[in-house]
């Protein structure tokens, strides 16, 4: 896109977010439908990817946070991304090895706000829960890089450097002025579990900030769908599973619980393979047992939750 006088505003294939608008009309640039096309999942992540590398090189040469890029350019995306027909799609391209540290921030900011909304959280409140869920890992710049990409077991020396990246984040938020304190917080509070059992100070319960709980969901989930150096992906359904299974242990009750129902309402629709080998499609999710959905095979309903015989084996 140019502008009265040719001079280029916009590139080809940027991402249209408010700012990108805001700017075009102050140029007198109107768009015609030619002009765009909805963006692609591959497109959406990417993109978001591009501007992460931006955040995480600014932190590693100055120690400061650019927070207005990430508002402006981030946040909007995840935004979209959230809104998507297809998360489960998002999630998958979510799931690679490559540029894990990158791919896990999108991840959990995504996850995050899906459960912010579920809670009904107001749009501030949303945000900030967004942008503080992407900056939930930001200590791990402070990391080595051959810690964090180790492809086999840590020793107890590492795993302790690795521990002090949310003590790290923690620093790194605090001394970078225009962030509330409530971002920090959920850095150095994101491992910290209900029963006390997590670090680096091991709180409990009430003690935990609520956005550091739901950071705490949401990482759980996309580290254990995701591949990694050392370990292969959990299917997608029997991580549901076991957070449901698991959900009055170290992560808060409540909070788990709404987040399993969420992402099984958004497969309503789906194909699934059952434990007998039939192929079937999720038509309901119990609000009391959402793992166990009624599934149509071949015209006939079966309740997981009553029928214990057969179970969901996956989602297509």
């Known amino acids: 896109m140019y502008n009265s006088l040719g001079v280029l505003v ?9 700012k990108e608008i805001e700017m075009l009309l102050q140029q007198n640039i109107v768009l015609n439908e030619d002009d765009v096309e909805p963006e692609s999942i591959r497109q959406l992540v990417n ?18 946070i650019p927070f207005e890029h990430l508002r402006e350019r981030i946040v909007p995306i995840v935004t979209e991304m959230c809104s998507h ?5 998002i ?9 894990y540290t990158y791919r896990h921030s999108i991840g ?11 809670k009904g959280l107001p749009a501030p409140e949303l945000a900030e829960l967004t942008s503080a869920a992407f900056l939930h890992d930001i200590g791990k710049v402070r990391v080595p890089d051959n810690i964090i990409n180790k492809p086999g077991k840590l020793s107890p020396e590492e795993f302790t450097q690795v521990k002090n990246h949310t003590v790290f984040g923690y620093e790194l938020i605090a001394s970078t002025s225009g962030i509330s304190h409530r971002h920090a917080l959920v850095a150095l509070q994101h491992h910290e579990r209900e029963d006390g059992s997590g670090y680096p100070y091991g709180l409990k319960g009430n003690s935990i900030d609520p956005f550091s709980k739901i950071v705490a969901v949401a ?31 170290s992560l808060e009750p409540s909070t ?6 969420r992402i099984m309402e958004m497969l309503v629709g789906n194909s699934v393979v059952l434990s007998n080998g039939h192929e079937g499609k999720i038509i309901m999710v ?31």
Do not use: C, W
Not at 50 to 62: A, C, L, M, Q
């Open 10 to 18: 916009l590139p080809a294939q940027s991402v249209l977010t408010r």
């Open 286 to 316: 119990s609000p009391n047992d959402p793992v166990h959905p009624l599934v149509e095979v071949n015209g006939s309903y079966i309740d997981l939750s009553k029928d214990q015989s057969v179970f969901l084996e996956r989602i297509v």
């Open 256 to 261: 788990t619980l709404i987040f399993v129902k």
């Open 47 to 64: 993109s978001s990817i591009k501007e992460i590398r931006i955040v995480f090189e600014k932190v590693r040469n100055t120690d400061q």
């Open 108 to 118: 959990v900011a995504l996850i995050s706000r899906v459960i912010g909304k579920s």
């Open 219 to 249: 990482d759980v989930f996309h580290a254990m769908i995701s591949k990694r150096a050392y370990k292969n992906p959990v299917p997608f359904y029997k991580v549901l599973q076991e957070m449901s299974e698991f959900a009055y242990g």
């Open 91 to 99: 999630l998958s391209h979510l799931e690679l090895h490559d540029e």
């Open 85 to 89: 027909p297809n998360l489960k799609h």
